[in-house]
């Protein structure tokens, strides 16, 4: 069956430093990936899509890359804040339409 | 732009009972997708809406039901409530048609059933 894992363990990094996280999936042949950062008893906010034809992509201090042989998808945020603290997943489409799977998501700690 | 807006924020029920959500797309967003967020669980897909029409559906009971007006307005109901229903129900609106589109979330309603 389809399956999205991230590490479900907290991410403890010190502020400055980068934060990787990583997204794996089986059986799945995604057209595309995205990244959703959500605080606590807020809903997701969309962070970044990364298409299947795309290795890397970047914005401001977010790195995605996308390994469809691996698959796997790497997710990093350079110079990280305190305020970067939250829980990142990532989501995958099942079908044509707007159906995602998410991830469990993994939850970040950036220490000052 | 007003964001995606989900009333009510949060709701209390028992066992039994049947419970209605709603949610407002962002204005000009045809695409209205529902999920359930759970500890457990984690956050799991329960339809989609696109012009009215119910393009996709997740892997809930029948008890699940949604709707979507010509508004793009959407609400979701749950019949005959268990204690397993309790969680954070987020709606998400997206311009549609193309899946890629981004999702833009609401806040959620928070449901407890007792």
């Known amino acids: 069956s389809q399956k999205i894992e991230q590490n479900s363990e907290a991410l403890n990094i010190q502020e400055g430093k980068t934060a990787t996280l990583t997204c794996n999936y089986t059986?799945?042949?995604?057209?595309?990936l995205q990244w959703y950062r959500q605080d606590p008893g807020r809903g997701p906010v969309f962070l970044l899509l990364i298409r299947e034809n795309e290795k890397e992509k970047r914005k401001e201090r977010l790195k995605v890359t996308f390994d469809t042989t691996l698959k796997q998808s790497l997710f990093h945020i350079t110079a990280s804040q305190p305020a970067d603290s939250a829980t990142y997943l990532c989501?995958?489409?099942?079908?044509?339409?707007?159906?995602?799977?998410f991830g469990g998501g993994t939850r970040l700690m950036v220490k000052p | 732009k007003a964001g995606v807006t989900q009333t009510p924020r949060y709701l209390i029920k028992t066992r039994g009972q049947q419970v209605t959500l709603s949610c407002s797309p962002i204005s000009g967003h045809r695409s209205v997708s529902w999920y359930q967020q759970t500890p457990g669980q984690g956050l799991q897909f329960l339809f989609e809406y696109f012009s009215e029409t119910q393009r996709n559906k997740g892997n809930f009971p029948g008890r699940f039901s949604g709707r979507q007006f010509s508004n793009s307005r959407s609400e979701m109901n749950v019949s005959t409530l268990e204690l397993g229903d309790s969680a954070l129900y987020l709606c998400?609106?997206?311009?549609?048609?193309?899946?890629?589109?981004?999702?833009?979330f609401g806040p959620g309603t928070r449901l407890t059933v007792l």
């Open positions: 998400a609106s997206s311009p549609g048609p193309q899946y890629t589109d981004t999702q833009y």
């Open positions: 989501a995958l489409p099942l079908n044509a339409g707007n159906m995602l799977t």
């Open positions: 059986n799945y042949s995604p057209a595309y």
